[in-house]
């Protein structure tokens, strides 16, 4: 630890004019104060040790930061005690060797999580200098290997020798002691355990296969490792010696290209075929598992998947001939040709009919879309091109392109029902190139807000929602204005109740006051998954059913999968305009990260001084973040706010939604889409 | 007036001042550390807060500081229902409706108390407080004094120090601290659970009556120090549950001259169970058992 001649004032204008360069949240950018303060602080510093050392500044400067910049604050004192950034060339060893690609699709990372206190401390005499840094930093791979490679993920930026890092990856290293903890670490570092062999032998007792696998995939999404392949071996390996068998569904879920895995395949399959021929009804049994077998088969594209998956069903459905060769056979396959072609109807026909009609007809018979767009332009049937681009938006453009009739088409769009037209925007408008999807938005949007409308009139009988502010009287709480006192109420409740002013208590006296009528309301929704179309057109129209119904309300809106979409802030004026075009823009990315919606929603409560605050999510609650999520979601409860959160029935994730109960969170299901808004209202109209 | 106010409320504070308690303190590492830092905030006139989890000493070290410096201690733990009175005073009803506003009918709060007496107040979980109550504090920090309405204005001792302590965002409320009070608190002191030597030392400070042997000591700080790392644990065990564990095991031992795994994870169950905090929809017991059972290797232990 060395002693430097800084100048005190020059450092603290420094410092702070470079924290508040790096911050980018307004309310918490340091102010001239700040730099008063850190000046002042270094100079009773100076009085009382008569010398400043680097870990004085160090000091001085993290106190007066305030907490939620120390993570930010650290890295400018590492950039002012000249660290720079260097390349970082992960710390690998050659037991992992990339084998094959991920099968599942990837997840969007946490980019930058804070240092927990004991790590900042670390950090801060890492870049002092401090001797008992490493020491320090081994006590924290002890206790948590996670928090320590978090930690050195902020090290091996610093501009120490390279020898030292590597020192800091081994203890790292050498304290990952199972699979969980090296499959967090590795989102940080690419570091690997010293010892494989023992995260290999601690899983195969901790996890089932494909527990084990899920986590080994994690790693190899990240590491381009073969971690998988390594679990598939030692579990083959592990349950020959032991002479146990891993049950089916648990090595279907687990794939690897290498012999050990076909060979618990097979081990599963014969165990089971064993088990069913043993049972009253070995047919039905047999054909259970050819089912079983045909659904594993169509969750993957890969040959080396399916091959062996085959191989099996063959062998499941060679013991079925075996015991009933009636029962074997493809019966429907004639009918099933005849029925997959869609018989052609004429054009006059179709172009001729109204809308419904049509959009049915459409669903059933294959028709040349140029052939009918140019007969129901000539017949000037408006509905019929409706149903048309309500049925295949981009194929109707592009024959309308052709035909140079955009403009027909697009004035027809609104016509008919605009759920229709809704849903089909959300599923084509990626296809359609950028100019004409412009064109198009308009023409959707104006559908959108009357679809709206419509929607809250029917639901909520009216656009002016809200509470009503309505006046209390209640008792004066000591510590009161006592203007506030409203006299002739007090005066008739004293009287009231016989008293003389000796006995009159703080109670007695009466204030009226005004309950603020306002709500808070906030509401997330999940725009994740594959159900693009109709689950957007209902959360967009239960967004802008909020948006009416709250209009003089604290109102939030926000999307989110992996990313956070804020459509609407609680104290934000916005056009309805303007969040009709955001909600008919927004591109789902995939994945489902809750817990930066949840901590925006948290900070948007703390504005917003109504006392009645309600919170409604829907999701399929299958949050990627879940230990984060429902940490927040239980501080939410706990500070009084209602959370409503709207689950579809028909897939969850129950573990989550369970705990959610406990929690005191109110669960809606919802068997159908279209419910959506309905349930939506009915909120409302608790609220 | 002002001198009428000082001398009324130094008489009512005269009796705490005398009865001031001696706190011992390790003072080492972290809380040293602290210590300096609060002791130059002072000397360059800035407000410090300390930020920490619930048994990290925060109070103690305030109290610490207020003993060493020779002054009366003042403080108050806020919450939603926190009110100015609570902090300031008030004026009882009884009295002012048959004497009017008068000295004799207010009752001086706390913090009037540590204005006057030039004593330490700590403002405990500051973050709880809602922003109307938290907005009493500017006018003692900003200007050094308060108006109390029909009193008049009272000026606080040279003397008076204010240190506001809060745990971390996620373990409060949602209320988030007023801006015109955050930019007035220019010191952010953090403490956090101790290192092993620092926490098993304050142990020992605490135990000072009983005989435990090192290696149970070392086994009661594993299984202790184990909550703060698991994460389905929302709040840990404190140094206030290790101190527990170790006065029982003490006494344990006196009765019955040794203690074995057995007996101590009995011990450990009955504390943690009521000292931490699991994360919604998962059953403390398990936890806590999952954990002795872990650090003790004792399974047999466990009923």
């Given at each position: 630890?060395?002693?430097?001649?800084?100048?005190?004032?020059?450092?603290s204008?420094?410092?702070?004019?470079k924290?508040r360069?790096?911050?980018?949240?307004?309310?918490?950018r340091?102010?001239?104060?700040q730099?008063?303060?850190?000046?002042?602080?270094?100079?009773a510093?100076?009085n009382?040790?008569s010398?400043?050392?680097?870990?004085?500044?160090?000091?001085?400067?993290?106190?007066i930061?305030p907490?939620?910049?120390?993570?930010?604050?650290l890295?400018?004192l590492?950039?002012?005690?000249?660290?720079?950034?260097?390349?970082?060339?992960p710390?690998?060893?050659?037991?992992?060797?990339?084998?094959?690609?991920?099968?599942?699709?990837?997840r969007v990372?946490?980019?930058?999580?804070s240092?927990?206190?004991?790590?900042r401390?670390?950090?801060s005499?890492?870049?002092?200098?401090?001797?008992?840094?490493?020491?320090?930093?081994?006590?924290?791979?002890?206790?948590?290997p996670?928090k320590?490679?978090?930690?050195?993920?902020r090290l091996?930026?610093?501009n120490?020798?390279?020898?030292?890092k590597r020192?800091?990856?081994?203890?790292?290293?050498e304290n990952?002691?199972?699979?969980?903890?090296?499959?967090?670490?590795?989102?940080?570092?690419k570091?690997?355990?010293?010892?494989?062999?023992?995260?290999?032998?601690?899983?195969?007792?901790r996890?089932?296969l494909?527990?084990?696998?899920?986590?080994?995939?994690?790693?190899?999404?990240?590491?381009?490792s073969?971690?998988?392949?390594?679990?598939?071996k030692?579990?083959?390996?592990?349950?020959k010696?032991?002479?146990?068998?891993?049950?089916?569904?648990?090595?279907?879920?687990s794939?690897?290209?290498?012999?050990?895995?076909?060979?618990?395949?097979?081990?599963?399959?014969?165990?089971?075929i064993?088990?069913?021929?043993?049972?009253d009804n070995?047919?039905?049994?047999?054909?259970?598992?050819?089912?079983?077998?045909k659904?594993?088969m169509?969750?993957?594209?890969?040959?080396?998947?399916i091959k062996?998956?085959?191989k099996?069903?063959?062998?499941?459905?060679?013991?079925?001939?075996?015991?009933?060769?009636?029962?074997?056979?493809?019966?429907?396959s004639?009918?099933?040709?005849?029925?997959?072609?869609?018989?052609?109807?004429?054009?006059?026909?179709?172009?001729?009919?109204?809308?419904?009609?049509?959009?049915?007809?459409?669903e059933?018979?294959?028709?040349?879309?140029d052939?009918?767009?140019?007969?129901?332009?000539?017949?000037?049937?408006?509905?019929?091109?409706?149903?048309?681009?309500?049925?295949d938006?981009?194929?109707t453009?592009?024959?309308?392109?052709?035909l140079?009739?955009?403009?027909q088409?697009?004035?027809?769009?609104?016509?008919?029902p605009?759920?229709?037209?809704l849903?089909?925007?959300?599923?084509?408008?990626r296809?359609?190139?950028?100019?004409?999807?412009?064109?198009?938005?308009?023409?959707v949007?104006?559908v959108?807000?009357?679809?709206s409308?419509?929607?809250?009139i029917s639901?909520?009988?009216?656009?002016?929602?809200?509470?009503?502010?309505?006046?209390?009287?209640?008792?004066?709480?000591?510590?009161?204005?006592?203007?506030?006192?409203?006299?002739?109420?007090?005066?008739?409740?004293i009287l009231?109740?016989?008293?003389i002013?000796?006995?009159?208590?703080?109670?007695d006296?009466?204030?009226?006051?005004?309950?603020?009528?306002?709500?808070?309301?906030?509401m997330?929704?999940?725009?994740?998954?594959s159900?693009a179309?109709?689950k957007?057109?209902?959360?967009s129209?239960?967004s802008?059913?909020l948006l009416?119904?709250f209009r003089?309300?604290?109102l939030?809106?926000?999307?989110?999968?992996?990313?956070?979409?804020?459509?609407?802030?609680?104290?934000?004026?916005?056009?309805?305009?303007?969040?009709?075009d955001?909600?008919l823009?927004?591109?789902?990315?995939?994945?489902?990260?809750?817990?930066?919606?949840?901590?925006?929603?948290q900070?948007?409560?703390?504005?917003?001084?109504?006392?009645?605050?309600?919170?409604?999510?829907?999701?399929d609650?299958?949050?990627?973040?879940?230990?984060?999520?429902?940490?927040?979601?239980?501080?939410?409860?706990?500070?009084?706010?209602?959370?409503?959160?709207?689950?579809?029935?028909?897939?969850?994730?129950?573990?989550?939604?369970?705990?959610?109960?406990?929690?005191?969170?109110?669960?809606?299901?919802?068997?159908?889409?279209?419910q959506?808004?309905?349930?939506t209202?009915?909120?409302i109209n608790?609220? | 007036?002002?001198?009428?106010?000082?001398?009324?409320?130094l008489?009512?504070?005269?009796?705490?001042s005398?009865?001031?308690?001696?706190?011992?303190?390790?003072?080492?590492?972290?809380?040293?550390?602290?210590?300096?830092?609060?002791?130059?905030a002072?000397?360059?006139?800035l407000?410090?807060?300390?930020?920490?989890p619930?048994?990290?000493?925060?109070t103690?070290?305030?109290?610490?500081?207020?003993?060493m410096t020779?002054?009366?201690?003042?403080?108050?733990?806020?919450?939603?229902?926190t009110?100015?009175?609570?902090?300031i005073?008030?004026?009882?009803?009884?009295?002012?409706?048959?004497?009017?506003?008068?000295?004799?009918?207010?009752?001086?709060?706390?913090?009037?108390?540590?204005?006057v007496?030039?004593?330490?107040?700590?403002?405990?979980?500051?973050?709880?407080?809602?922003e109307?109550?938290?907005?009493?504090?500017?006018?003692?920090?900003?200007?050094r004094?308060?108006?109390?309405?029909h009193?008049?204005?009272?000026?606080a001792?040279?003397?008076?120090?204010?240190?506001?302590?809060?745990?971390?965002?996620?373990?409060?409320g949602?209320?988030?601290?007023?801006?015109?009070?955050?930019?007035?608190?220019?010191?952010?002191?953090?403490?956090?659970?101790?290192?092993k030597?620092?926490?098993?030392?304050?142990?020992?400070?605490?135990?000072?009556?009983h005989?435990?042997?090192?290696?149970?000591l070392?086994?009661?700080?594993?299984?202790?120090?184990?909550?703060r790392?698991?994460?389905?644990?929302?709040?840990p065990?404190?140094?206030?549950?290790?101190?527990?564990i170790?006065?029982?095991?003490?006494?344990?031992?006196k009765?019955e001259?040794?203690?074995?795994d057995?007996e101590?994870?009995?011990?450990?169950?009955?504390?943690?169970?009521?000292?931490?905090k699991?994360?919604?929809?998962?059953?403390?017991?398990e936890?806590?058992?999952?954990?002795i059972e872990?650090?003790?290797?004792?399974?047999?232990?466990?009923?």
């Open positions: 630890m060395k002693n430097i001649n800084l100048d005190v004032e020059e450092f204008l420094e410092f702070i004019r924290l360069s790096r911050c980018d949240v307004e309310h918490l340091p102010s001239v104060r730099s008063i303060a850190l000046t002042k602080l270094l100079k510093m100076l009382r040790k010398v400043l050392r680097v870990e004085d500044y160090v000091r001085a400067a993290l106190a930061t907490p939620e910049l120390k993570d930010v604050a890295i400018v590492q950039e002012m005690f000249g660290y720079a950034q260097y390349k970082y060339t710390f690998q060893t050659r037991t992992l060797l990339p084998l094959f690609p991920p099968l599942f699709r990837s990372l946490p980019s930058f999580e240092l927990d206190e004991k790590a401390r670390i950090l005499k890492v870049i002092s200098g401090n001797p008992t840094a490493i020491k320090d930093y081994e006590n924290l791979a002890k206790e948590d996670v320590a490679a978090r930690l050195f993920h091996r930026l610093l120490i020798p390279s020898s030292v020192e800091y990856a081994k203890v790292l290293s990952i002691s199972t699979l969980l903890q090296f499959s967090e670490v590795v989102r940080f570092v570091v690997i355990p010293s010892d494989i062999n023992k995260i290999l032998k601690n899983a195969y007792e996890y089932s494909s527990q084990a696998y899920k986590l080994a995939d994690k790693i190899d999404r990240i590491l381009n073969n971690m998988r392949e390594l679990i598939v030692y579990y083959w390996n592990q349950s010696r032991e002479g146990r068998t891993i049950p089916l569904e648990e090595v279907a879920l794939p690897a290209p290498i012999k050990e895995w076909q060979l618990l395949l097979r081990s599963a399959i014969e165990y089971d064993a088990r069913a021929l043993k049972s070995p047919i039905k049994q047999l054909k259970g598992l050819e089912k079983q077998l659904q594993y169509d969750m993957y594209d890969e040959r080396w998947c062996p998956l085959r099996c069903l063959n062998l499941v459905r060679k013991k079925i001939k075996e015991l009933n060769k009636e029962e074997v056979g493809d019966k429907i004639p009918l099933r040709k005849l029925f997959k072609r869609k018989p052609k109807l004429k054009t006059d026909e179709i172009a001729m009919m109204n809308y419904k009609e049509a959009y049915r007809t459409l059933h018979y294959e028709v040349n879309y052939e009918l767009l140019k007969k129901a332009i000539k017949h000037r049937n408006k509905e019929a091109i409706a149903a048309m681009a309500h049925r938006l981009v194929r453009l592009k024959a309308a392109k052709r140079n009739a955009l403009p088409v697009l004035e027809s769009l609104t016509a008919g605009g759920e229709n037209l849903k089909e925007w959300y599923r084509s408008r296809r359609m190139n950028p100019s004409l999807r412009e064109l198009v938005r308009d023409y949007k104006e959108l807000i009357r679809l409308i419509s929607y809250t639901n909520l009988g009216g656009l002016e929602g809200g509470l009503l502010p309505s006046y209390t009287l209640r008792p004066y709480e000591p510590g009161e204005d006592p203007s506030l006192v409203d006299i002739e109420e007090s005066l008739d409740n009231s109740q016989g008293k002013p000796r006995y009159v208590r703080y109670e006296l009466l204030v009226m006051s005004e309950e603020r009528g306002k709500a808070a309301v906030i997330l929704n999940d725009i994740s998954g159900m179309g109709e957007e057109l209902y959360m129209l239960c802008m059913m009416y119904a003089n309300q604290d939030g809106i926000a999307l989110f999968e992996s990313n956070t979409y804020v459509l609407k802030r609680i104290e934000e004026n916005v056009e309805i305009d303007d969040i009709a955001e909600l823009n927004v591109d789902a990315l995939g994945g489902t990260c809750i817990s930066a919606a949840l901590l925006w929603a900070e948007q409560f703390s504005m917003s001084r109504a006392r009645n605050k309600f919170l409604m999510i829907f999701s609650c299958a949050f990627y973040d879940y230990e984060t999520a429902l940490r927040i979601l239980s501080n939410l409860v706990k500070s009084g706010i209602r959370i409503f959160v709207i689950v579809p029935a028909w897939s969850y994730d129950e573990q989550v939604v369970k705990t959610m109960m406990n929690m005191g969170i109110q669960i809606i299901f919802v068997k159908d889409l279209k959506l808004p309905y349930v209202a009915e909120i608790t609220i | 007036m002002e001198s009428d106010i000082a001398k009324r409320i008489t009512a504070v005269k009796r705490a005398h009865e001031r308690e001696q706190v011992q303190i390790v003072l080492k590492g972290q809380y040293l550390e602290a210590y300096e830092l609060l002791k130059d002072e000397t360059a006139g407000t410090p807060a300390i930020i920490g619930p048994g990290v000493g925060k103690l070290l305030c109290r610490y500081y207020a003993m020779g002054r009366p201690f003042f403080w108050v733990t806020l919450d939603e229902g009110k100015p009175s609570h902090l005073g008030s004026f009882n009803p009884a009295v002012v409706l048959e004497k009017g506003f008068t000295i004799e009918a207010f009752e001086p709060g706390p913090l009037t108390l540590a204005m007496t030039g004593g330490v107040f700590v403002a405990n979980e500051l973050n709880r407080a809602s109307y109550v938290q907005n009493v504090f500017l006018e003692p920090l900003e200007e004094s308060y108006y109390i309405p009193i008049g204005r009272i000026k001792d040279s003397s008076f120090f204010f240190i506001a302590s809060m745990n971390p965002a996620e373990l409060a949602v209320h988030r601290m007023s801006e015109a009070l955050r930019d007035r608190i220019q010191v952010w002191i953090t403490l956090t659970y101790p290192d030597d620092t926490e098993l030392e304050i142990v020992r400070l605490h135990c000072r009556e005989y435990i042997p090192d290696d149970i070392e086994k009661i700080y594993a299984i202790v120090a184990r909550t790392s698991h994460s389905a644990i929302e709040k065990a404190s140094i206030r549950a290790t101190v527990s170790a006065k029982l095991a003490a006494e344990h031992i009765r001259g040794s203690i074995d057995k101590l994870s009995k011990i450990a169950r009955h504390v943690l169970i009521g000292s931490i699991t994360r919604p929809g998962i059953k403390r017991e936890v806590v058992n999952s954990i872990d650090v003790l290797k004792a399974k047999e232990a466990i009923g």
